[in-house]
T-cell receptor
């Protein structure tokens, strides 16, 4: 079967930096993505890594190590609006079959 | 530009009833997906359609059927609803990657289904 493991909860204060890890064991791998979901809302795309290394998009960065089957999402200069759930996702095939982790609930405190 | 539209937004069913969840996208995407989301379990893939005319099972297909009616529409049918199917259902779509860049999933706003 496929497995994506990420911590269930993380808490941090405004202005801090937080890292959310994701380890995966999947039958195929065509990239690791990160999605954000606010309570009651739909998931929205944040970041994607197909190759090893760091991708930066504003305050968010994502890292991938394919040899370690590991990635992380780094959120800098945390704001209250960053309180949400964050999901890592692996695409198992070139076309389709995206699998998600169980999600990490991030709480940002003043 | 509506993106991905799901209907209905809310639904209550009795055990054994059937219903179809509708999904339509106006972005001309090839691939469409149905996920269910339960507390603490993230998004689990029910079925997906990589392109018009094809459908494939995901990780939790039992109790569901799908139809890719055309490029825009992908419906999910519960033939005989069970309380275990109480969940939030999300439809999503995406285009194939182009030029090495990733095409992300675009999600609808979800259908909240309760089976009593």
């Amino acid at each position: 079967g496929q497995s994506l493991e990420q911590p269930s909860e993380v808490t941090a204060v405004e202005g801090a930096i937080v890292q959310i890890n994701c380890t995966y064991q999947t039958s195929g791998f065509y990239g690791l993505s990160w999605y954000q979901q606010h309570d009651g809302g739909a998931p929205t795309f944040l970041s994607y890594n197909a190759l090893d290394g760091l991708e930066e998009t504003g305050r968010f960065s994502s890292f991938l190590s394919r040899s370690d089957s590991y990635g992380y999402l780094l959120l800098q200069e945390l704001q209250m609006k960053d309180s949400a759930s964050y999901f890592c996702a692996v695409r198992l095939r070139v076309q389709g079959d995206m699998r998600f982790g169980a999600g990490t609930r991030l709480t940002v405190k003043p | 530009n509506a993106g991905v539209t799901q209907t209905p937004k809310f639904q209550v069913l009795k055990t054994g009833q059937s219903m179809t969840l509708q999904c339509a996208q106006d972005m001309n995407h090839n691939s469409m997906y149905w996920y269910r989301q339960d507390p603490g379990m993230g998004l689990r893939l029910i079925y997906y359609s990589a392109s018009e005319g094809t459908t494939d099972k995901g990780e939790v297909p039992n109790g569901y059927n799908v139809s890719r009616l055309n490029k825009r529409e992908f419906s999910l049918r519960l033939e005989s609803a069970a309380p275990s199917q109480t969940s939030v259902y999300f439809c999503a779509s995406r285009d194939p990657d182009r030029g090495g860049s990733n095409s992300p999933l675009h999600f609808g706003n979800g259908t909240r289904l309760t089976v009593t």
